[in-house]
């Protein structure tokens, strides 16, 4: 990802970190140690997952697709009302071998059990979002954060994350407009401005959301209605409009923590946005400041959405990033067959360019973009092998690779 492809190529890895980048010849030359013959595969980076929830691993197969967002969220309420903590623990430690059985080396995950994280020892690169939810206590909206952030800040330290060029441990990640009132928003937006913490929301998901509050009306409408969530802010705005006007001012700046780079990205990753009016392409024209975008294709099937508006939003120079969601709707933690479901609904994206969806791009979005999601000296060592021929387009050929991944080092560690 940082240049052509190099065949007959090698990596020298001192530690935790990539140190040289070449030709085997060359590399072999400048570089003393143990060499690891990979035979015919390509190296790559490592896979970021941008969006996902570990904690519903054991919901695989659990659910089929509903009639409706609406009952797909009262069917996953009635799943969870059976789990324990411990059913938790070991849902999300079998989310995490899978993720890395399939080559992800990096996930930012949603929980909902922030104080289950110090129980937890992932074995890959882990950015922890904590999800938050206050429609049922919104008296209570500032303890739940607070709570949550003593959490996030008991996560277990991973010390090459932390020495990594930026990047960021943890964030903030109020669940949805419908479930998170806009106090917490507010309070969310203000905790990332003062302390440079990574934020992430579900965003115009659903039709049903779009109708409840474009519409006031619609199944969702009614569901949220009756658990007492006050709907004065449904009838007029889309979802896009309401969060623009939440997170005020164009929100705060994704700023990496140990470089200055001047951009206009926000530290907002917004998951999904599906559901766009015209209205809602002409505020996102006219705003500067740019939020990341992660799109999880199969998920998106299960739910039958309405197609995802990948060239506009592309074109409206938005970082668009491929998640997998969570296994209550989709069936694996594949990233290679998220890229292959995207690349069905998109056929004209190059297979590079969805590669990047699940390398540079979330990197960038998780402010890694110095440290990770490229083979580049002093980046770190998170590298995955697939089998290659090197017959046909390379980028093609990762993108149909499916199964296990045969080969993985997270950190310079196999
Ligand atoms: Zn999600």
């Not at 140190?19 to 085997?24: K, L, M, S």
């Not at 060029?165 to 928003?185: E, I, M, R, V, Y």
């Not at 939020?291 to 074109?315: E, K, M, T, W």
Request: with cysteine.
């Amino acid at each position: 990802m940082d240049g052509a492809p190099i065949e007959n190529g090698a990596v020298a890895v001192s530690g935790n970190r990539i140190v040289d980048v070449g030709r085997f010849d060359d590399i072999k030359t400048r570089n003393a140690g143990n060499t690891l013959d990979l035979g015919e595969q390509v190296l790559l980076p490592g896979l970021i997952n941008a969006h996902c929830h570990l904690d519903y691993t054991c919901l695989r197969g659990k659910i089929p697709p509903q009639k409706s967002f609406t009952e797909w969220i009262r069917t996953i309420n009635a799943e969870k009302a059976t789990l324990a903590p411990k059913d938790y623990i070991a849902s999300i430690n079998e989310g995490f071998a899978e993720a890395k059985r399939f080559g992800t080396t990096t996930i930012a995950n949603l929980t909902v059990f922030p104080e289950l994280i110090p129980q937890i020892q992932p074995p890959v690169r882990t950015c922890w979002f904590s999800e938050l939810i206050d429609i049922r206590t919104p008296e209570r909206t500032n303890e739940l954060v607070d709570r949550a952030i003593e959490s996030l800040g008991r996560a277990r330290p991973e010390p090459v994350l932390s020495e990594a060029k930026g990047g960021a441990q943890w964030g903030l990640a109020p669940h949805a407009l419908f479930t998170a009132s806009s106090n917490l928003f507010r309070w969310c937006e203000n905790i990332s401005r003062r302390d440079n913490i990574l934020l992430t929301t579900h965003l115009a998901e659903s039709r049903e959301e779009m109708e409840m509050f474009r519409d006031a009306s619609g199944p969702l409408y009614e569901f949220i209605k009756s658990i007492g969530r006050p709907m004065d802010d449904c009838g007029s705005k889309t979802p896009l409009e309401l969060f623009l006007d939440l997170i005020g001012n164009g929100g705060s700046p994704n700023r990496p923590r140990a470089i200055e780079v001047n951009r206009p990205y926000l530290s907002w990753i917004v998951a999904h946005l599906n559901e766009l009016t015209e209205s809602d392409f002409e505020l996102l024209k006219r705003s500067n400041s740019k939020f990341q975008v992660v799109h999880c294709p199969r998920s998106h099937n299960y739910f039958g959405h309405s197609p995802f508006a990948f060239d506009r939003l592309r074109s409206l120079g938005f970082n668009v990033c491929l998640g997998t969601d969570s296994l209550a709707s989709n069936e694996s933690l594949s990233l290679f067959a998220e890229m292959r479901a995207f690349q069905k609904e998109t056929p004209s994206v190059s297979a590079e360019e969805i590669f990047q969806m699940v390398t540079v791009n979330p990197a960038r979005a998780l402010r890694y973009e110095n440290a990770l999601g490229q083979i580049r000296s002093g980046f770190g060592a998170d590298l995955i092998a697939v089998p290659c021929s090197g017959s046909t387009n390379v980028f093609e050929q990762i993108i149909a690779f499916g199964g296990r991944v045969p080969w993985v080092m997270v950190s310079g560690k196999t």
